[in-house]
């Protein structure tokens, strides 16, 4: 060679094995590694510059998951970059990065959907599928921000508390019972009804107890007396619950006198009678007495006011029966 040649012509001749070059590198390494000096540091730092860039574009258009959720076919793609250069903008591929990784994370189980909403990322570099995940992790914190409001708008202090009244609305039976305490001569008896029961089925057991007759015994609510409990009444038609205290004491049995009358007999026989008592007791009185007895069939037969058939389910008071009213039996 000789002073004559162009500059930058090889005048050293280098031979170049293929085994020199990497199977990974294009055509373009191959002119790189056959520089020398300056030009091929240059040369190196544009080739890397088109790897990183190349990288870039693989990542985000790699394959995504499958919909069942499984990892398959995924894979991570790590480049090595050089720091970044004072006053150079930073590229997003690192924000895309992010995205995937918390993506894959996900995928795998190990990640929360928290991730996503933590990645900060370059809309503009991302495909339609990872432009939904993150307006997706924007909606879901904006109403997670609407809820904190609306839970510290709601959410009452200690001071707060204290000014809440509470009322309550009138008590309510909390059992099928009523426990019912009577009185009478300074003796008492209880006895337990159901609330839906007439007062009636514990009279005979209370009158027991107390040594009264249970047709002579009345209930009143009130120790001198008072009106008189409807014992025809339930616990529940009485408004009652819980515990109940009555008092109870014996009246005289008032009576009328009816007059009864056999024709077929010819006789006729006057007895006292409970005007609250049924009549067929009545009839059974007289078809026992003496001349009647073992010749009238109480079972059979009937008694009659002013032609009127009477039932003898009813009592005197019912038929509007007065004392010293006649009635006839037939039968």
């Known amino acids: 060679m000789t002073d004559d040649d162009p500059p930058g012509m090889i005048k050293t001749r280098k031979i170049v094995e293929l085994s020199d070059v990497s199977d990974d590198d294009d055509d373009d390494a191959n002119f790189v590694y056959l520089k020398t000096g300056a030009a091929k540091k240059t040369a ?58 918390a993506r894959k994370q996900r995928v795998a189980g190990r990640a929360s959907p928290s991730a996503y909403k933590n990645a900060v990322v370059d809309e503009g570099e991302l495909d339609e599928e990872d432009a939904a995940l993150v307006a997706k992790a924007r909606r879901q914190r904006e109403e997670e921000a609407k809820l904190k409001q609306l839970g510290a708008t709601l959410d009452l202090g200690d001071d707060d508390d204290d000014d809440v009244v509470v ?31 007439p007062i009636r ?32 009444q339930s616990p529940r038609q009485l408004h009652l619950s819980g515990k109940a205290v009555f008092h109870a004491e014996e009246v005289e ?23 609250d008592g049924a009549l067929r007791l009545l ?21 009659v006011f002013d032609g009127d058939v009477l039932d003898l389910r009813k009592t005197p008071n019912e038929h509007e029966l007065e004392e010293g009213d006649m009635l006839e039996v037939q039968g």
């Open 283 to 303: 009839l059974e009185a007289f078809c026992r007495s003496g001349a009647a007895a073992g010749r009238l069939d109480a079972g059979r037969a009937r008694l």
């Open 167 to 197: 009322q309550s609305g009138p008590s309510k039976p909390t059992t099928s019972w009523l426990w019912v305490t009577v009185h009478c001569n300074g003796m008492e008896k209880s006895a337990k009804c159901e609330l839906g029961s």
């Open 44 to 101: 190196l730092r544009e080739l890397q510059q088109k790897r990183n860039l190349l990288s870039q574009c693989e990542g985000q258009k790699r394959e995504r998951p499958n919909d069942d959720g499984g990892s398959e076919g995924v894979e991570e793609v790590q480049v090595a970059t050089s720091p970044a250069k004072q006053g150079e903008s930073s590229s997003p591929k690192g924000s895309a990065r992010a995205l995937r990784s």
């Open 253 to 275: 049995e008032q009576t009328i006198s009816l007059k009864l009358y056999s024709q077929k007999l010819d006789k006729e026989l006057t007895l006292s009678h409970a005007p």
């Open 201 to 232: 089925s514990i009279v005979a057991r209370v009158a027991e107890g107390l040594g009264l007759y249970a047709d002579r015994m009345r209930l009143s609510f009130d120790a001198d007396g008072g009106s008189p409990i409807n014992l025809d």
